[in-house]
Nanobody, 124 residues
Framework: QVQLVESGGGLVQAGGSLRLSCAASGRTVNSPGMGWFRQAPGEEREMVAAINWSGTSTYYADSTKGRFTISRDNARNTLYLQINSLKPEDTAVYYC?????????????????WGQGTQVTVSS
């Protein structure tokens, strides 16, 4: 089993920045493909970014390109999401997730493990 614990969320003014972290523990494929998702109230969950095992391949949703940066430190079993130029529409619960494979994975249903989420609230 794999446990994922997110941290770093909070209340920030528009234009500000946050760095989310996701600490992974437990048994899994070494350095699996991972991703960040978010879900706003009344909205469907959406992927914001994904990364392969080595960090050499990344994906960003159109709404986050240029503002979000996904990265990982495999030695620390930690996934990061740097969010700059925050907008009120970025307000959501942010979840990290892990797959059972090494490659970058786009489909949410292929993610086997999920964290409990961290709230990001952006005030205007």
């Amino acid at each position: 089993q794999v446990q994922l614990v997110e941290s770093g969320g909070g209340l920030v003014q528009a234009g500000g920045s946050l760095r989310l972290s996701c600490a992974a523990s437990g048994r899994t494929v070494n350095s699996p493909g991972m991703g960040w998702f978010r879900q706003a109230p009344g909205e469907e969950r959406e992927m914001v970014a994904a990364i392969n095992w080595s960090g050499t391949s990344t994906y960003y949703a159109d709404s986050t390109k240029g503002r979000f940066t996904i990265s990982r430190d495999n030695a620390r079993n930690t996934l990061y999401l740097q969010i700059n130029s925050l907008k009120p529409e970025d307000t959501a619960v942010y979840y990290c997730a892990a797959t059972r494979v090494l490659r970058l994975v786009y489909a949410a249903e292929q993610y086997a493990y999920w964290g409990q989420g961290t709230q990001v609230t952006v005030s205007s």
